[in-house]
């Protein structure tokens, strides 16, 4: 049951219909994993936590450097040199000490995926690399876990929501994620974000995107972005969503 601390501090929600005290009890029991605690992981664990999910898993190996500080809005100044799912941890605890913070520090493979993800009931993808998108990919099929995934560019972004496991209205298997990617691009064709640079603001939309695809598979609200790939170009403030199948 929520405390009356936790229906004070959700009270926005509590009046949601589409939410309500039921949406709100499954936020506080659902455990969510977040793979990546740099620019799309960041507004993701800060929305997740703010909203009340019980548990966060956060998976990355990396520390905190100056440079992530212009977009990795979980970290600050003082973070500089600390490991990143410390800092991120010490964040969610000063926003909502309700939360449970599940920390791994580690990179997340295709061993170790299978077992990270079986702990959680839904999973978010905020990787910067091919290797861990496939890996997390797999794994979620597997292990029938809903994988919210985002991708950024200079000024762009796109979203989407798996669950390969079930079947659309139409019977048909939902589409998976080798169905968008078949296979990586060849090595080097892809600039990171070091190379080619990203306004920080990006992240922040797609991730927020992201946090809200996963209050929506959590309470039941609204239709997430299964089977459709959502496209954000920031530059000319577009948003257009395009449908995709299994192959």
């Known amino acids: 049951m929520l405390t009356t601390d936790e229906i004070a501090r959700y009270a926005r929600h509590l009046v949601l219909p589409e939410i309500g005290g039921p949406g709100q009890q499954k936020l506080k029991r659902a455990r969510v994993l977040v793979v990546g605690a740099g620019g799309l992981g960041a507004p993701v664990l800060l929305y997740l936590a703010a909203a009340g999910v019980g548990t966060l898993g956060i998976v990355d190996d990396d520390v905190v450097e100056l440079s992530n500080l212009q977009r990795q809005v979980v970290h600050d100044t003082g973070s500089v040199g600390s490991a990143k799912v410390d800092s991120a941890a010490a964040t969610v605890a000063r926003l ?69 496991y079930e079947s659309g209205p139409d019977g048909r298997p939902n589409p998976r994620w080798r169905d968008l990617f078949p296979e990586a691009p060849p090595a080097g064709t892809v600039p990171s974000c070091a190379e080619a640079g990203i306004l920080g603001a990006v992240v922040g939309v797609l991730g927020t995107l992201e946090a809200c695809e996963v209050v929506k598979l959590v309470t039941g609200a609204g239709e997430p972005l299964i089977g459709r790939l959502l496209l954000v170009d920031i530059l000319g403030m577009r948003f257009e969503t395009i449908g995709y199948g299994r192959g």
């Open 96 to 164: 909502n000490p309700h939360v449970v913070v599940e920390t791994h520090r580690e990179r997340l493979t295709a061993e170790s995926a299978p077992a990270l993800v079986a702990a959680y009931d839904v999973v978010v993808d905020g990787s910067d690399n091919f290797a861990t998108r496939y890996a997390l990919a797999d794994a979620c099929e597997a292990a029938r876990r809903p994988l919210v995934t985002a991708a950024v560019g200079r000024f762009d972004g796109s979203l989407t929501t798996l669950v390969p």
